[in-house]
């Protein structure tokens, strides 16, 4: 019985949250769950395997390779089927890691004020402020390629935006009445955390755990197209970097498919999580809720 | 939504104190020993070095030395302007730096300025005619181009428009081996081949203006003094341009400012895409090469380029700002 219960409102939820999204809300997330589909069943989808060469290089589309071969005679669709797996364990390991860490972050920052507040505040808008992307490629050039490493720079110079996010949130939360009246009953820290930050601040963190996603394999892919990538990792930055530095590429037909494919499917995902993450904004903006009409 | 960012002297210099100390940092932090990059040969993995040449090594870099005293003269010649000596390059780093800066320069100067003036016409032609199809129009296409990452972006372009299309070159900022007899021609060549890596670059940021200025605009247009001032019988333009744009200028200048260190980071990978021979391209190159002293280098100019733009930012936005006079 208790069961039962439990798959009733967890479709309720799922239901209501589907409905809420407007449409391209809705074509975000339909993206998203068709690139995780694609992900989980890429050894059913692809039918040839995406680590060994499976018949001539540089084969157009057709005759049993959807998106041809590359130049190592490896089947593409299968690559990207497999590099799905990459990029979103990318994705989310980069927004939980960032997400998570600038969180908490944020929360010591605004819960405590004081000095503590004003140094965290001060390195964050250092932080904000210098270039992201070269600061990456220096890290990414020194501390080497494998893809646990990019994800922890990754995840180094993209927790300040979350950490700003959230510190904003708990200081205007911290005058609420509820929290101050909270607080001289003797609430702990754990408590206030668990029974009113945290909820508070749900919304705002899975905004910005989506964005940094998006964020993370758009940062991988270019840092694999610049060469710092993890060549161990069948991801579509990799297909991208290996494509591009095949001589010649451009003055050949073969980049219509190989460069093309991998292209479009970070494209294509990076749109989803950008389409999701503004219907997400929309219906989690604070200055809403106190809104009468909904 | 973001209170202005206002930096004050010694948060610039702290600023500055944190980038060389990562610049100092991190090449030392790096697992492995400094030895197998600085010495093996090109095509090598690694070099087998005896304990001696390891002592002479060490001591000739000066990496025996307790590290804060590495650091001091690591300082120290900052200030003597010495950058070090690429491996790479076989040259001096701030020689090699110059050669590709004013590429650099060129793309992000331009995209700054050519993303502001068109976010703001567009966001004008937005805000007068808000509602109808042509803002509906500008707003989802504006805002959709800029979802795309710049360097997808700048890959697209560059397939459609070099490789398919064949109107503009693949690599490079000039023809090579040409010599041009007007000044126009050459200029001619050079836009011709920072054409795309510009464009590209402006349309990956010209949202964020477009969306400032016709928020302003809107919120503007309501107000009770612009109803004044049509009443005064004050020509469109003038009201236009003059008390609506007005609003706007701060946050732009703000945003600007804010969002340079993004700008370049796109810059980095657009030239990348486009073989553009500016500070991007040699610092891929770099980092390839693990050139640490040209990398350092760069990243040390990068940086201190972007602290720069927004300290004139935050003068220039001081000067406008009416709250302090």
């Known amino acids: 019985m208790i069961i039962i219960k439990k798959w009733e409102d967890i479709a309720s939820t799922v239901c209501s949250f589907w409905v809420s999204l407007t449409l391209t809300g809705k074509i975000g997330l339909a993206i998203l769950v068709l690139t995780a589909v694609m992900a989980l069943f890429a050894p059913h989808l692809a039918v040839h395997s995406p680590f060994t060469a499976s018949d001539e290089t540089l084969q157009p589309p057709g005759n049993g390779h959807l998106l041809g071969t590359d130049n190592m005679g490896v089947?593409?669709?299968?690559?990207?089927?497999?590099?799905?797996?990459?990029?979103?364990?990318?994705?989310?390991?980069?927004?939980?890691?960032?997400?998570?860490?600038?969180?908490?972050?944020?929360?010591?920052?605004?819960y405590w004020g004081g000095t503590v507040e004003r140094v965290?505040?001060?390195?964050?808008?250092?932080?904000?402020?210098?270039?992201?992307?070269?600061?990456?490629?220096?890290?990414?050039?020194?501390?080497?390629?494998?893809?646990?490493?990019?994800?922890?720079?990754?995840?180094?110079?993209?927790?300040?935006?979350?950490?700003?996010?959230?510190?904003?949130?708990?200081?205007?939360?911290?005058?609420?009445?509820?929290?101050?009246?909270?607080?001289?009953?003797?609430?702990?820290?754990?408590?206030?955390?668990?029974?009113?930050?945290i909820p508070e601040l749900a919304p705002i963190m899975l905004v910005s755990m989506v964005r940094l996603a998006s964020r993370g394999i758009v940062a991988e892919a270019g840092l694999a197209f610049l060469g710092l990538g993890d060549p161990t990792s069948k991801s579509w930055g990799m297909m991208i970097y290996y494509a591009t530095n095949f001589k010649g590429i451009y003055f050949t037909p073969f980049w219509q498919w190989w460069l093309l494919y991998p292209w479009l499917a970070i494209t294509i995902l990076v749109v989803g999580f950008a389409l999701l993450g503004r219907d997400l904004e929309r219906s989690t903006d604070p200055r809403l809720r106190y809104m009468v009409s909904k | 939504?973001?209170?202005?960012?206002?930096?004050?002297?010694?948060?610039?210099?702290?600023?500055?104190?944190?980038?060389?100390?990562?610049?100092?940092?991190?090449?030392?932090?790096?697992?492995?020993?400094?030895?197998?990059l600085v010495s093996a040969e090109a095509g090598e993995e690694f070099a087998v070095l005896s304990e001696r040449q390891r002592e002479y090594f060490m001591s000739y870099y000066g990496l025996d030395k307790p590290l804060h005293q590495q650091y001091l003269i690591y300082l120290q010649s900052l200030a003597r302007g010495d950058l070090g000596h690429s491996i790479q390059y076989r040259e001096e780093?701030?020689?090699?730096?110059?050669?590709?800066?004013?590429?650099?320069?060129?793309?992000?100067?331009?995209?700054?300025?050519?993303?502001?003036?068109?976010?703001?016409?567009?966001?004008?032609?937005?805000?007068?005619?808000?509602?109808?199809?042509?803002?509906n129009l500008l707003l989802v296409g504006l805002v959709s181009i800029s979802e795309i990452p710049g360097f997808l972006l700048g890959l697209s372009f560059l397939l459609l428009f070099s490789v398919y299309l064949g109107w503009f070159p693949l690599a490079g900022a000039s023809t090579p081996f040409v010599r041009f007899d007007s000044l126009l021609g050459k200029l001619i060549d050079i836009i011709h081949y920072a054409f795309l890596p510009i464009i590209v670059?402006?349309?990956?940021?010209?949202?964020?203006?477009?969306?400032?200025?016709?928020?302003?605009?809107?919120?503007?247009?309501?107000?009770?003094?612009?109803?004044t001032a049509r009443a005064k019988g004050l020509p469109e333009r003038v009201i236009r341009y003059r008390h609506a744009m007005r609003n706007a200028l701060l946050p732009l200048v703000n945003r600007i400012a804010l969002q340079f260190g993004g700008l370049v980071g796109g810059?980095?990978?657009?030239?990348?895409?486009?073989?553009?021979?500016?500070?991007?391209?040699?610092?891929?190159?770099?980092?390839?090469?693990?050139?640490?002293?040209?990398?350092?280098?760069?990243?040390?100019?990068?940086?201190?380029?972007?602290?720069?733009?927004?300290?004139?930012?935050?003068?220039?936005?001081?000067?406008?700002?009416?709250?302090?006079r």
Not at chain 1, 79 to 98: E, K, N, P, V, W
Request: net charge positive.
């Open chain 2, 267 to 324: 810059a980095v990978l657009i030239e990348n895409v486009f073989a553009y021979p500016g500070l991007g391209s040699l610092m891929a190159g770099a980092a390839l090469a693990r050139d640490y002293n040209l990398l350092q280098g760069i990243l040390l100019v990068l940086a201190v380029g972007v602290l720069l733009a927004n300290f004139m930012a935050d003068l220039v936005s001081r000067r406008l700002d009416p709250r302090i």
């Open chain 2, 1 to 36: 939504m973001f209170a202005t960012r206002r930096f004050r002297l010694l948060d610039y210099l702290v600023t500055i104190v944190v980038i060389l100390t990562i610049n100092f940092m991190v090449p030392r932090l790096m697992p492995g020993d400094p030895f197998l």
């Open chain 1, 75 to 110: 089947d593409i669709w299968a690559q990207i089927c497999y590099g799905a797996r990459i990029s979103l364990y990318l994705g989310f390991a980069t927004a939980l890691l960032a997400g998570l860490g600038g969180s908490i972050i944020g929360i010591a920052a605004g």
């Open chain 1, 120 to 197: 965290i505040l001060r390195f964050i808008d250092i932080m904000l402020v210098l270039p992201r992307l070269p600061m990456i490629i220096f890290t990414a050039a020194f501390f080497g390629s494998s893809l646990e490493n990019i994800i922890i720079v990754l995840a180094a110079f993209n927790w300040p935006g979350p950490a700003r996010l959230v510190r904003g949130q708990v200081i205007s939360l911290r005058e609420q009445g509820y929290i101050i009246v909270a607080k001289s009953y003797g609430a702990s820290f754990w408590y206030m955390l668990r029974k009113h930050l």
């Open chain 2, 93 to 135: 780093v701030t020689v090699i730096i110059a050669r590709a800066l004013p590429w650099t320069i060129f793309l992000v100067l331009s995209a700054t300025l050519l993303s502001t003036l068109l976010g703001i016409i567009f966001a004008v032609i937005s805000a007068w005619h808000r509602g109808k199809t042509r803002d």
């Open chain 2, 201 to 227: 670059l402006t349309l990956s940021r010209v949202s964020g203006s477009y969306l400032l200025v016709r928020n302003t605009l809107i919120l503007v247009l309501t107000k009770d003094y612009m109803k």
